[in-house]
């Protein structure tokens, strides 16, 4: 009998919950291995679609809802993997910008959950929540008839689940940075080498202007498969405030995106990098449509202005880039009004250096528990702030930091911020 939606997230939940430290202490293990088997099993979707294939430390999620906006806009139907969701699980699977039906989900993770039952009599690993994710959203992108597939990776590039796709139409990688190095290494060339992965023979390849140890790692690997290897252009911005801002790209003109952080313009002229990439390979992407999707995309969750005044920001960035780049956006629209934050981390993150980035534009700290294992305790992050000469308070839940923060702020700013787990309670 199939599962309904309730039971399909129960059962995602009840699955062994992904751990850096796991895996490092050899309890939890990463390969393609069981992904493949899983798929084989289900009639190999993955070989049926074609593929934009993203990794990259920031930006990833950005980058795919800026590229599916302009794919939708110009009438191919797309659909779009990524994760995590910031409110329910069907976030993570659209065409076209729809989230999954709840009664596909249901039947298509009953089908996923019957073969991965069956590896299990057979003596193979059992997938992960992730690999039946992923397995559940190929199901339902053959289904849909989807003539390009955003497939976002979820940690890395060479052993994660996606990677099992064969070569895509573009392999696309964001700004690379530090995080997760305890699995994919200490050094930014290291981390590059894992995030090339994606890159398979005779590939299309773009990125964003990198550190110069990131772009000597890609160029070598582009060599070896025979891949040809662009590089974005670099935006100017030319207007901006809250509401949005818009920017220049030499030799293409102006666009305007709904989005005050200055990021975005990186993430939205990756897109556009894209967007012309595959038109030269015959998709029907005009400038105009270009133009209408930037300006129609939304995602939640990374600087998002959730109110002008008094100002309440809500960003979900998780590691040392995404606080230092929070930080300067919170300067640039703010000027020197005092930043309340409402924050929360996970243990196994940078959070001291995150927390250096923030600790000079804060006038108070409200510390939260994430939802997860893997979280630090709020009372715990509180303690240290203390010790960095902050003003820091533990409390039991978001709403009532929220709300703590907002009676306190007055003509300040309310920063809620240090991982996508919580922001779905501001």
């Given at each position: 009998?199939?599962?309904?939606?309730?039971?399909?997230?129960?059962?995602?939940?009840?699955?062994?919950?992904?751990?850096?430290?796991?895996?490092?202490?050899?309890?939890?293990?990463?390969?393609?291995?069981?992904i493949?088997?899983?798929?084989?099993?289900?009639?190999?979707?993955?070989?049926?679609?074609?593929?934009?294939?993203?990794?990259g430390t920031?930006?990833?999620?950005?980058?795919?809802?800026?590229?599916?906006?302009i794919?939708?806009?110009?009438?191919?139907?797309?659909?779009?993997?990524?994760?995590?969701?910031?409110?329910?699980?069907?976030?993570?699977?659209?065409?076209?910008?729809?989230?999954?039906?709840?009664?596909?989900?249901?039947?298509?993770?009953?089908?996923?959950?019957?073969?991965?039952?069956?590896?299990?009599?057979?003596?193979?690993?059992?997938?992960?929540e992730?690999?039946?994710?992923?397995?559940l959203?190929?199901?339902?992108?053959?289904?849909q008839?989807?003539?390009?597939?955003?497939?976002?990776?979820?940690?890395?590039g060479?052993?994660?689940?996606?990677?099992?796709?064969?070569?895509?139409?573009?392999a696309?990688?964001?700004?690379?940075?530090?995080?997760?190095?305890?699995?994919l290494?200490?050094?930014?060339?290291?981390?590059?080498?894992?995030?090339?992965?994606?890159?398979?023979?005779?590939t299309?390849?773009?990125?964003?202007?990198?550190?110069?140890?990131?772009?000597?790692?890609?160029?070598?690997?582009?060599?070896?498969?025979?891949s040809?290897?662009?590089?974005?252009?670099?935006?100017?911005?030319?207007?901006?405030?809250?509401?949005?801002?818009?920017?220049?790209?030499?030799?293409?003109?102006?666009?305007?995106?709904?989005?005050a952080?200055?990021y975005?313009?990186?993430?939205?002229?990756?897109?556009?990098?894209?967007?012309?990439?595959?038109?030269?390979?015959g998709?029907?992407?005009?400038?105009?449509?270009?133009?209408?999707?930037?300006?129609?995309?939304?995602?939640?969750?990374?600087?998002?202005i959730?109110?002008?005044?008094?100002?309440?920001?809500?960003?979900?960035?998780?590691?040392?880039?995404?606080?230092?780049?929070?930080?300067?956006?919170?300067?640039?629209?703010?000027?020197?009004?005092?930043?309340?934050?409402?924050?929360?981390?996970?243990?196994?993150?940078?959070?001291?250096?995150?927390?250096?980035?923030?600790?000079?534009?804060?006038?108070?700290?409200?510390?939260?528990?994430?939802?997860?294992?893997?979280?630090?305790?709020g009372?715990?992050?509180?303690?240290?702030?203390?010790?960095?000469?902050?003003?820091?308070?533990?409390?039991?839940?978001?709403?009532?930091a929220?709300s703590?923060?907002?009676?306190?702020a007055?003509?300040?700013?309310?920063?809620?911020?240090?991982?996508?787990?919580?922001?779905?309670?501001?």
């Amino acid at each position: 009998m199939s599962m309904d939606y309730g039971q399909a997230v129960e059962y995602l939940k009840s699955l062994p919950v992904f751990s850096p430290a796991a895996v490092t202490a050899g309890e939890q293990t990463i390969n393609l291995d069981s992904i493949r088997i899983l798929l084989k099993r289900l009639g190999s979707p993955e070989k049926k679609l074609k593929y934009i294939h993203v990794a990259g430390t920031n930006g990833k999620g950005s980058f795919c809802a800026f590229l599916g906006q302009i794919l939708t806009e110009s009438g191919v139907r797309t659909g779009c993997f990524t994760s995590p969701a910031l409110r329910c699980f069907t976030e993570c699977i659209r065409v076209n910008g729809r989230e999954i039906e709840k009664a596909d989900t249901g039947r298509l993770m009953s089908a996923v959950k019957e073969e991965a039952d069956g590896m299990r009599l057979d003596g193979y690993r059992f997938p992960s929540e992730f690999e039946q994710m992923l397995a559940l959203a190929l199901l339902y992108f053959t289904e849909q008839k989807c003539a390009l597939v955003i497939l976002e990776t979820g940690l890395g590039g060479t052993c994660d689940a996606t990677n099992v796709i064969p070569a895509p139409e573009l392999a696309v990688i964001t700004a690379i940075s530090f995080d997760h190095m305890q699995l994919l290494g200490g050094t930014l060339a290291a981390i590059a080498a894992q995030k090339a992965g994606i890159i398979k023979e005779n590939t299309t390849v773009l990125s964003v202007p990198q550190e110069p140890e990131v772009m000597q790692v890609f160029t070598k690997v582009c060599e070896k498969k025979s891949s040809h290897l662009y590089v974005a252009r670099s935006p100017v911005q030319t207007e901006g405030n809250l509401e949005g801002q818009t920017f220049c790209i030499k030799g293409l003109g102006s666009f305007w995106i709904p989005f005050a952080a200055d990021y975005q313009m990186e993430n939205a002229s990756l897109a556009i990098e894209a967007a012309l990439l595959l038109k030269k390979n015959g998709y029907p992407l005009e400038m105009q449509s270009i133009r209408q999707g930037l300006s129609d995309t939304c995602w939640q969750g990374r600087f998002e202005i959730r109110r002008t005044e008094p100002p309440l920001v809500v960003d979900g960035g998780h590691n040392v880039q995404g606080a230092r780049a929070l930080a300067g956006n919170l300067r640039r629209l703010f000027g020197g009004r005092k930043i309340y934050f409402v924050t929360g981390v996970f243990a196994d993150k940078q959070y001291r250096e995150m927390m250096a980035e923030l600790l000079p534009l804060a006038a108070k700290f409200f510390t939260v528990t994430p939802p997860s294992g893997r979280a630090l305790d709020g009372g715990k992050l509180a303690e240290y702030l203390r010790t960095q000469g902050a003003w820091a308070e533990p409390v039991r839940s978001v709403p009532l930091a929220v709300s703590m923060a907002e009676k306190e702020a007055e003509s300040g700013v309310v920063c809620v911020c240090g991982s996508l787990s919580f922001l779905a309670e501001v």
